[in-house]
């Protein structure tokens, strides 16, 4: 099986629409590529609140998702405020690859981050 079960992303921050065609916004992209369905648990952390739990998503064997944090349909009904700093764990009953993309529009030059997240070796 490939991936890990644990990951870990400390660098959440919805950005704006903004006004480009481009829309701001950012997302969880999990790679599944086992015979099994991951069933996978949020945890979202932020500064001066606490912790969001239990936003349950699954992703079918062999398959690809992507999960937008401004879509309340794929967080559990939860809306993530923008420009708020935040952190997520993402756990996982097999084994998964996560990745972390992020479009800001808030300015001319448009800027995309996109990063794989930590997870420890098992």
Same mark, same amino acid.
């Given at each position: ?14 950005? %704006?629409?903004? /006004?480009?065609? =481009? ?5 969880? *992209? ?7 369905? #991951? $069933? ?10 606490? %912790?969001?739990? /239990?936003?349950? =998503? ?5 398959? *690809? ?7 309340? #349909? $794929? ?48």
């Amino acid at each position: 099986m490939y991936g890990k079960k644990v990951w870990f992303f400390p660098d959440g921050d919805r950005p %704006p629409p903004g /006004d480009s065609l =481009m829309k701001g916004h950012e997302s969880y *992209v999990v790679l599944n590529p086992n015979e099994k369905d #991951a $069933h996978l648990i949020f945890t979202l952390y932020f500064e001066n609140d606490q %912790p969001v739990r /239990d936003i349950r =998503m699954t992703v079918c064997a062999e398959r *690809v998702a992507c999960f937008q944090t401004h879509n309340p #349909a $794929h967080f559990g009904g939860h809306i993530l405020p923008l420009a708020q700093q935040y952190a997520v764990k993402i756990e996982s009953d097999v084994p998964v690859i996560i990745q972390y993309g992020r479009l800001d529009a808030r300015q001319e030059n448009l800027a995309y981050y996109t990063t794989m997240g930590y997870t420890e070796e098992e």
